[in-house]
């Protein structure tokens, strides 16, 4: 049976390339583990770097971002405001550099980031999006490469601790096990996650994740056959190991595996960030 899982899903990254580094902001809580991860790319010989997700407005951690600079671009992992609340000061902050985001409400300066595979070059770094919906429908990851070192920044697709909530309407669940199943084509290349540690291995985290997540589809199938019909019914059968107080949490994922599975599903559920126990 598939319990909650609170710890890596696969081997922290020893090292990471000396062109990549980690502001995280002060907000640590139950969804956002350690707080959001800022991630600051900056190549060897380039005088600007690219900042990915600059999470809340803290001015305190957005003066400590806007120090890394010159910043040549900001790039959004995904919409939720752990992530985005400060890119629109951090942007005026840095006299008006471009936000790049899936998510027209989130850009700023330039287009929307709409095609799969598109580079998005400059700065001494190739950096290519990955389209990976699931987690929320603009969900997107990087792959960033310089002198022969790639990492995979994935957002809150994959975390650093235990794994994310697929919250329905605005996540679906076959988005992302098909984003899931991309990953896992990088073998061997860290992942850079938006929350908690890098990893290792993104390829070792996307299959871990494919694992639990059938696993507990199982065990949604199996709750309803035996009589759970409700999202509640079957967060008390299925989640019965996490902490009550992460139930409402753990119901909005239970809506998209009931979604997935052709079982209604209820009230919808506003987007929500990582979490540890789902």
Known sequence: MSGHVTGAVAALADELPRWVSLLRAPNPGPMTLDGTNTWVLR?????HCVVVDPGPADEGHLARIAEQGPVGLILITHGHLDHTEGAARLSELLGGVHVLAVDPAHT??????TEPAEQLGGFGLEIRLLNTPGHTADSVCFLV???GERVVLTGDTILGRGTTVVAHPD???????RS???????TGIPALPGHGPALADC??????YLAHRHARLDQVRAAVDAGAHTPAE???AVYADVDRSLWWAAEWSVR???EYLGVGTGESAPGVSGLEHT
Not at 171 to 177: A, F, R, T, V
Not at 203 to 208: P, Q, R, V
């Open 43 to 47: 190549a060897p010989e380039a005088d």
């Open 203 to 208: 390829a070792a985290a996307a299959d871990f």
């Open 256 to 258: 998209a595996q009931l």
């Open 108 to 113: 700023i300066g330039g287009d929307p980031l």
């Open 180 to 186: 899931l199943e991309l990953l896992s084509a990088y």
């Open 145 to 147: 490469e310089h002198g």
């Open 171 to 177: 996540g679906h669940l076959g988005d992302y096990l």
């Open 234 to 236: 079957v967060v008390g």
